[in-house]
């Protein structure tokens, strides 16, 4: 027996990048839920009302420091009981969103901190509004510096995804599972799988660097 | 809920051990692999940079797959226990992102200590022991802290290879009385406890170590 079969490998591929296009499509649509949710997490955690403000850093607080996988059981096992039903693709995508939502909150906190007080002074003396305020005058100034995070989260949450699989999400990993128990070869699929994850992981990680490194103020 | 309580405990302790050995491993693999990465030789270099990256690139569950379906199988025919496979996977893993926050601590420690070491004529082997170590573990303990609580919950993943930690024990209760809420709230706060233990506790670390160092003097 070879030490890799690759004909075997061949005819799983495609398999196996059909799977991947939900693993992307996940970390596509669940950044795009953490990024706004962060954002207004991070907000309300900044905000002088304490009614906002301590709720906010609690929520934050307690899903930053709980495994990703009870949250998705959670969201999977006890909202039905209240008459949700959402699909398992459904349940994964809003859990991974939430828990990378608190992650990416703090990454805004850290951004909004970084204006200058001077800035927010002056938005308060020219008597903009508030959404006006960090639309037009905050958030620009924000985010830049906080790009290249972002970025890291994204690559953080795609190698999260294969935890969807527990909630019986077909996700790559999943697939490779599967493949891997029909034919009794796992070395293969599984194989595959981590070569997939380097690749974009690397590619990814180069993108944010590029980026870095054009975002430098000059 | 008083009849859940105890086998969630026994669940806890699992992921408590695994937790404790993980990061004993994790510590001793970021250590080496920063000094590999920081190394003169080149191919020892390669090989950290390899480690790390692949460690690093590929998702933790995919390592822990690989370690607990690929190897028992030939041409490898190596069978790890669950237990051993969780502990070194983990370890590895948090190992390879812990070598990037070494490499970063122990090239923050001042030059000049490396020079004084030198002139006191210190063998490289003691002067890493006695005066490298000491400030880039310290330098280190805050992200290290973030490392290991992203350990402890990455050990709810082992509960996908067999292993019967917290989340196993919470799955499986769920599974036999269907008191879902109960039982997932629960293992949640413990998860939520133990990660402000590693907290609390390293921070009393940090001040621990810092003593005498924060009082002035010489940096």
Redesign the interface.
């Known amino acids: ?1 070879t ?1 890799f079969d690759w004909t075997y490998a061949w005819q799983i591929l495609p398999d196996l990048l059909r799977a991947s296009l939900n693993t992307v499509g996940i970390t596509l649509v669940g950044f795009l839920i953490a990024i706004v949710l962060g954002l207004f997490l991070a907000i309300a955690r900044r905000s002088r009302q304490v009614w906002l403000s301590w709720p906010a850093t609690g929520v934050i607080e ?1 899903i930053r ?7 998705v ?2 969201l999977y ?2 909202l039905p ?1 209240y008459g949700v039903s959402m699909s398992a693709m459904q349940v994964g995508i809003l859990g991974i969103g939430l828990h990378y939502a608190c992650y990416i909150a703090e990454v805004y906190r850290g951004g909004l901190d970084a204006v200058p007080r001077a800035q927010w002074e002056a938005v308060t003396a020219l008597n903009i509004a508030p959404y006006s305020a960090y639309r037009n005058i905050i958030l620009p100034q924000a985010l830049r510096p906080i790009l290249p995070p972002l970025g890291n989260y994204l690559v953080a949450m795609l ?5 969807l ?2 909630i019986t999400v077909v996700e790559i ?1 999943q697939q ?2 599967n493949i ?1 128990s029909e034919n ?4 293969e699929p ?2 595959m ?3 997939f ?2 690749a974009l ?2 590619a990814l990680a180069y993108l944010v660097r590029r980026l870095e490194a054009r975002l430098e103020l000059r | 809920m008083g009849e859940l309580l105890p086998l969630l405990i026994q669940g806890a302790w699992v992921t408590i051990q695994v937790t404790f050995f993980g990061s004993l491993l994790a510590i001793v693999a970021a250590i080496l692999a920063a000094l590999g990465r920081l190394s003169p030789w080149r191919a020892l270099r390669w090989f950290s940079i390899t480690y790390i990256e692949i460690f690093r690139g590929t998702s933790l569950l995919v390592q822990l797959f690989w370690l607990f379906f690929v190897l028992p199988l030939p041409p490898f025919n190596l069978e790890l226990s669950s237990y051993t496979v969780a502990i070194v996977g983990l370890g590895l893993h948090i190992g390879a992102y812990g070598a990037e926050v070494m490499r970063g601590a122990i090239s923050s420690v001042a030059k000049g200590q490396y020079e004084a070491s030198t002139a006191l004529n210190f063998s490289g082997y003691k002067r890493f022991r006695r005066i490298i170590l000491p400030q880039a573990l310290l330098a280190a303990i805050p992200p290290g802290t973030n490392l290991l609580i992203e350990l402890l919950k990455n050990t709810s993943l082992v509960s996908l290879i067999t292993l019967s930690d917290l989340s196993f024990r919470a799955r499986q209760l769920d599974q036999a009385t269907f008191q879902t809420v109960e039982i997932f709230s629960l293992a949640l706060v413990m998860y939520f406890i133990l990660a402000q233990a590693i907290n609390f506790g390293m921070r009393s670390l940090e001040r621990r170590l810092a003593r005498g160092r924060m009082r002035g003097g010489l940096s």
């Open positions: 027996m030490l307690f420091s709980t495994p990703l996988l009870i949250q059981y959670f096992y006890v009981n190698k999260d995804t294969p935890v699989s527990a990993m490779a599972k891997g009794f070869r796992y070395l599984i194989t799988v981590g070569l994850f380097l992981s690397i």
